[in-house]
């Protein structure tokens, strides 16, 4: 888990893709933050990837760093009651609050990544690591 963490917070984004209906639907996303043991991303939940993780929370993560790759498939677990979470993602990012992501704010959500199958590959597609977390 911590080297997807660490290859993930390396890169300025990555890609999730959800399913919108019946069809994949793909956003970036930036930073990830490691909080109690887990991964944790942040999005509103006024924005249409909130909603379409509420429906079915199957997503796939994918970034590449220029020489290799991830792919994670995972579920995506909304932990926005989790109070310490928020204040540490809170604390990671200086420019959080400033985009309206407050601990009083109904749709700062955070999420985090569960029942993880995540690879790296390198950039012919050869499986470097495999991680199960």
């Known amino acids: 888990m911590i080297e997807t963490f660490e290859f993930l917070k390396k ?3 990555n890609y999730v893709t959800t399913i919108k209906d019946d069809k994949p639907s793909c956003r970036p996303f930036g930073d ?23 429906k079915n929370n ?8 220029g020489n290799n790759w ?15 979470a928020k204040k540490a993602i809170l604390k990671e990012f200086d ?14 959500q955070i999420l985090y990544i569960s029942e993880a199958d995540s690879i790296i590959y390198d950039k012919d597609g050869n499986a470097l690591k495999v991680f199960k977390f």
């Open 95 to 108: 420019w959080a609050e400033e985009a309206g992501y407050t601990l009083d704010n109904p749709n700062f």
């Open 11 to 13: 890169l300025e984004v």
């Open 58 to 65: 199957n997503v796939c993560i994918v970034a590449y760093d």
């Open 32 to 54: 990830p933050v490691l909080f109690d043991n887990k991964i944790y991303v942040l999005t509103n939940k006024q924005k249409d990837v909130s909603k379409q993780i509420l």
């Open 70 to 84: 991830i792919r994670i498939n995972c579920k995506l677990i909304d932990d926005s009651q989790n109070m310490n």
